[in-house]
């Protein structure tokens, strides 16, 4: 694949923050980097005077680059995996607190009479894991949910997360995850104390202590409990349309941190954005009109043969979702104020879907002027995509709306 590279290449991806502290603490495949943030922070001419908000915070990336800069900022995501990492991030940590609990979760590592502790039912657990690790896995769990501060369970559940796919027969890739059952899967407790330790030098290091009341929350971007205008700015990056479900990609973390059953994790699934197939909550979106270019689209799709058969009402979801995204952002970005957001265009059969010009003219409808597209990287325009699809490539950008 040939792709173009440009200051903003690596930007749209998790590449850089995979190095810098703190952010480093959970690799989430989908994120964005520091630096684009502040990029942007620097282009939008924000101050402290600031509120900045992600409506798909992910792992908080667009929270902690602002706290850094001395910005508040709220972050607003579906997933409780999400909303936990990020507020993990932004937390004033006591080192001497940390450290303390170190030496006791040593001690409960090394008893060898530790009880077997309670594992909720869900199947994938005992897919994915050798049971003694399943079972230490659960012991640090429980550890954890019993003490009574916050930012102790903040830092070790985090630590215990950032560790899972590491000592699971599994892999993440793309949108899915994979089982791996030749994995060498190293020793559990190694493995958690050297994270532990990365993350005890980074706060050790760089925690930013400042005033900032940035937060993240469990909320759903199509409806956003803010008041309106109350806002200086949105920087996010809402799911692509690309089919990638992240409660199945993050099954584990939100199995072992956050969700009792089955049953609750595809309750989750059913109302994430309906950027895959089997996302299933409808809101009404009062006054959305389908896009003229998205008709086109449709109409020529439903010509090609194509993987599955809810993939057209699923891109026909994906822009109303976005519609009342927009909706919201509108509602509650301040006039003149800037929104940023990271789109990825997409292919189904030979058809390309230009989802950042059709939530152009969406945004447009809604009162949202567009000032530029920066375009980071372009794919399928190799020599065989060309010949198969045509000269157009999809494009992943950020957007930039001002509000009217
Ligand atoms: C591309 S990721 C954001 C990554 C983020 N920019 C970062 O740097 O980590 C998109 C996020 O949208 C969340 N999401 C999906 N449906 C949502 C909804 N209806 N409301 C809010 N968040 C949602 C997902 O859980 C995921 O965390």
């Keep these: 694949m040939i792709e173009e590279k440009n200051k903003f290449h690596f930007l749209v991806t998790p590449y850089q923050n995979r190095t810098l502290p703190i952010y480093r603490w959970y690799h989430f495949n989908h994120s964005f980097s520091r630096d684009l943030v502040w990029y942007l922070i620097d282009n939008f001419n924000l101050g402290c005077e600031s509120v900045i908000l992600d409506p798909f915070c992910g792992s908080g990336t667009t929270l902690l680059a602002a706290k850094e800069r001395g910005i508040s900022a ?232 194509l993987p599955n058969k809810h993939v057209i009402p699923m891109i026909r979801g994906y822009f109303e979702d976005m519609y009342l995204v927009l909706k919201e952002v509108v509602r509650v970005l301040k006039p003149g104020c800037f929104a940023a957001f990271v789109i990825g265009d997409v292919r189904y059969g030979g058809s390309l879907v230009p989802v950042s010009d059709i939530l152009i003219e969406i945004a447009d409808s809604l009162g949202l002027t567009h000032q530029e597209t920066l375009v980071a990287r372009l794919r399928g325009n190799s020599p065989q995509q060309m010949s198969k699809f045509g000269k157009i490539s999809a494009k992943e950008s950020i957007v930039i709306w001002k509000k009217r």
């Design 74 to 305: 709220i972050g607003i995501d579906i997933l409780p995996l999400s909303v936990f990492i990020s507020n993990a991030k932004l937390q004033n940590y006591n080192i001497d607190k940390i450290k303390y609990k170190i030496e006791e979760l040593d001690k409960l590592l090394s008893n060898p009479d530790k009880t077997n502790p309670l594992i909720p039912e869900i199947k994938m657990l005992h897919k994915f894991f050798d049971p003694d690790v399943l079972s230490d896995i659960f012991v640090v769990k429980n550890w954890v949910q019993e003490m009574g501060d916050k930012e102790l369970k903040y830092f070790f559940l985090t630590a215990l997360l950032s560790i899972t796919e590491k000592v699971a027969f599994a892999r993440k890739d793309g949108g899915f995850l994979r089982i791996v059952t030749d994995k060498k899967i190293p020793d559990f407790k190694e493995i958690l104390f050297s994270k532990i330790n990365e993350m005890l030098s980074d706060i050790e290091h760089s925690n930013p202590q400042n005033n900032t009341k940035s937060r993240a929350q469990i909320g759903d971007a199509r409806e956003i409990h803010f008041p309106g205008e109350s806002f200086d700015a949105v920087i996010t990056s809402p799911p692509y349309l690309n089919r990638h479900d992240y409660t199945r990609v993050y099954i584990l973390e939100l199995a072992i941190g956050f969700l009792r059953s089955e049953r609750d994790i595809k309750r989750l699934r059913y109302k994430t954005l309906r950027s895959h197939v089997e996302a299933k909550e409808v809101f009404a979106a009062e006054g959305y009109e389908e896009p003229f270019k998205l008709k086109e689209i449709i109409e020529k799709l439903e010509e090609e043969t």
